[in-house]
């Protein structure tokens, strides 16, 4: 498939016509990884925007040997530097499954969300989505660990209502295992299997 099929598939480039579209994709790159590459690390210099079409890219931080995810990204998500000025990056971007991607650089992706003042405003709305889905992940902080495993099933299902048609048809399904939710949630994978038990115990369903 074409790589404007693909930005029209995008939240952030539907209803864009066609010729607009197209002119677009002739300034992306194309890059493929394979399952564990890492994509970038944190202290690089890095002055690229990434539109994910194909797999699964998980960005985190690690301390003392324990990796802590930021997020899990599907088909049709953007990261990298969406600060927009220079700087160098404070997380690792590494492939969870064989993935392609399309690379904007910076004053490229700039340039197109300037033409278009509908594309600033949907960007500045995705942007809004992404930050208080942090802040929610950051409350989530203050909860006990059954209270964390439940967010992490209202994240869940919540992706699942959002998903568009880059992730029904790219992106291959994760098994949800208790280490990543042990990731997910900066819990010991002990605790985390401790906590399921007991909220299946209490009749609740916990798909994992």
Not at 21 to 48: D, G, L, R, T
Request: hydrophobic share 40%.
């Amino acid at each position: 498939m074409q790589k404007h099929w693909y930005l029209q598939q995008i939240d952030l480039f539907k209803g864009i016509p066609d010729q607009e579209i197209m002119s677009i994709a002739k300034k992306m790159i194309e890059k493929k990884c394979a399952k564990k590459e890492m994509i970038y690390m944190p202290n690089e210099a890095n002055n690229s925007i990434y539109v994910l079409k194909k797999g699964e890219i998980t960005l985190y931080n690690s301390h003392a040997g324990k990796r802590l995810i930021i997020e899990v990204l599907k088909p049709g998500s953007i990261f990298g530097n969406i600060s927009f000025h220079e700087g160098k990056t404070t997380h690792f971007a590494e492939a969870s499954q064989d993935s392609c991607f399309c690379i904007f650089s910076i004053e490229d992706f700039t340039a197109i969300i300037h033409s278009k003042p509908e594309l600033m405003i949907k960007f500045l709305q995705l942007m809004s989505e992404k930050m208080q889905s942090y802040e929610k992940r950051l409350k989530g902080g203050l909860f006990d660990a059954k209270e964390k495993i439940l967010q992490q099933l209202d994240i869940f299902l919540e992706e699942q209502k959002r998903s568009n048609m880059l992730s029904k048809l790219f992106s291959v399904k994760s098994k949800m295992t208790h280490d990543h939710l042990a990731e997910l949630t900066g819990l010991s994978r002990e605790t985390v299997t401790r906590a399921i038990n007991d909220l299946k115990k209490a009749g609740i369903n916990i798909p994992w």
